[in-house]
């Protein structure tokens, strides 16, 4: 592992569709003494070529984006770099939620409800390599009903739970209509239901997915 430069500051990336949230966070990252922010995107098709871009120390991501799911958008920043180091900072971390962030690459995960002292030390401790993940995180992951959905999975289940249709998935995640279907059949058989209702119903009931 490479060891932190501590004579330069952290450079972050903010993604997030909420700018006020946004506004917020970089005011709060660059009144720290080794922090500073040098991009931010509000979808995860802009963080992926912002990434490219700018080449940050730690990136800080919601996972409920448009255009580019925070899922999707993990595994892409990890494609490019897999030193990509990513910290999940969300609304949501019921269910499977936080383990398939981790599941997708990222090394921290902190709620948007902590106290902004767990955001600064979590891009410290992501900054350096490690897993930032606070005990309220941790109780939430230990008690969540395994559903072995894998990233995609999950993105394709969100994208079903908003009512599209298997072409209009296809478009959004840029895949071919059959391979949707293919992830929709896996994953009636994974949470063992019949229909898309259904597997939305038992989404939703294990957290796995929120309806907004």
Do not use: W
């Not at 005990?135 to 999975?153: D, Y």
């Amino acid at each position: 592992m490479q060891t932190p430069n501590k004579d330069k500051k952290i450079r972050i990336m903010l993604v997030d569709d909420h700018i006020v949230m946004r506004m917020g966070l970089s005011t709060a990252a660059n009144s720290e003494p080794d922090m500073e922010v040098v991009a931010e995107a509000d979808n995860g098709e802009d963080a992926v070529t912002a990434f490219q871009a700018h080449l940050p120390d730690v990136v800080v991501l919601d996972l409920r984006m448009p255009k580019k799911g925070g899922l999707e958008t993990i595994q892409s920043l990890r494609q490019i770099s897999s030193a990509a180091r990513i910290l999940v900072f969300s609304n949501y971390a019921s269910g499977d939620e936080v383990y398939l962030a981790f599941k997708a690459g990222a090394l921290g995960f902190v709620v948007k409800d902590m106290s902004l002292d767990h955001l600064l030390e979590a891009i410290r401790k992501v900054h350096e390599g490690s897993l930032y993940f606070p005990p309220e995180v941790s109780m939430r992951m230990n008690g969540r009903v395994v559903s072995h959905l894998s990233p995609r999975e999950a993105e394709v289940l969100s994208c079903v739970a908003k009512g599209l249709s298997n072409k209009e998935i296809g478009a959004r995640l840029n895949v071919v209509e059959g391979t949707i279907k293919l992830h929709v059949n896996s994953i009636l058989a994974k949470l063992g239901v019949s229909d898309r209702t259904q597997a939305i119903l038992a989404a939703v009931k294990r957290g796995i997915i929120q309806i907004e």
